[in-house]
């Protein structure tokens, strides 16, 4: 079973309407937890992070954990053209304690159509 | 302004030849990484360092060293034990593990190809 899943996509959402994005993993003592965009040659960059279970939110994005289920979300909300980029999931493991090293998804492509 | 600085943005390499390549921050953080990624692939951790005169071996580190002289300076040296370098190379960096579990932010990385 591989640490964590994404689904590479691409995911085509219209321009105003809600973006999902999806990622399991499987270490159960993962403690935190990260969503990075990485436009096209570009580097990632931090969306949002959460660290307990439950939603949270900013600006038009909301995260969602849920530890019981292993899987976190990312929602978009009234998606632009600019939202088009891969996400990637990123996770701290429990075997990872005492460090920071974070566990990447492959990313999933979004392309929001206008 | 602060942030993470990579150079050179694109760097050619010749067969035999170790390359260098430079990741810089001047946001007081602890610990620094670099990362490979592949088309289409994700990322891939080389090595990491949590502080000053301190490294480790991460997933794929075999040809290639690291050094961390100085908080601010982690560079990563291609040597020619690497036999398919072709990559994007993305250094990182964060507060350190005495601060929780704190997010690590990006330099615009390194593309390395092979001549």
């Known amino acids: 079973q591989k640490e964590v899943e994404q689904n590479s996509g691409p995911l085509s959402v219209p321009e105003g309407a809600i973006a999902s994005l999806n990622c399991t993993y499987s270490?159960?003592?993962?403690?935190?937890f990260f969503w990075y965009r990485q436009y096209s040659g570009k580097s990632p960059e931090l969306i949002m992070f959460?660290?307990?279970?439950g939603d949270k939110e900013d600006g038009r994005f909301t995260a969602q954990l849920n530890k019981a289920s292993q899987y976190v979300s990312l929602l978009i909300r009234d998606s632009q053209p600019s939202d088009s980029a891969t996400y990637l999931c990123?996770?701290?493991?429990?075997?990872?304690?005492?460090?920071?090293?974070?566990?990447f998804g492959t990313g999933t492509r979004l392309t929001i159509i206008p | 302004d602060g942030g993470i600085t990579q150079s050179p943005k694109y760097l050619f390499r010749k067969e035999g030849q170790n390359v260098t390549l430079s990741c810089e921050q001047n946001l007081n953080h602890d610990a620094m990484y670099w990362y490979r990624q592949d088309p289409g692939q994700g990322l891939r951790l080389i090595y990491y360092s949590q502080i000053v005169n301190d490294f480790q071996k991460g997933d794929i580190a075999e040809g290639y060293s690291v050094s961390r002289e100085k908080k601010e300076s982690f560079p990563l040296t291609v040597t020619s034990a690497q036999k398919n370098p072709t990559a994007f190379y993305l250094c990182?960096?964060?507060?350190?593990?005495?601060?929780?579990?704190?997010?690590?932010?990006f330099g615009d990385g390194t593309r390395l190809s092979i001549l």
């Open positions: 990123a996770f701290k493991g429990a075997s990872n304690f005492g460090n920071e090293k974070l566990t």
């Open positions: 959460i660290y307990s279970n």
């Open positions: 270490d159960r003592g993962s403690q935190s």
């Open positions: 990182a960096s964060s507060m350190g593990r005495s601060r929780g579990d704190q997010p690590q932010h």
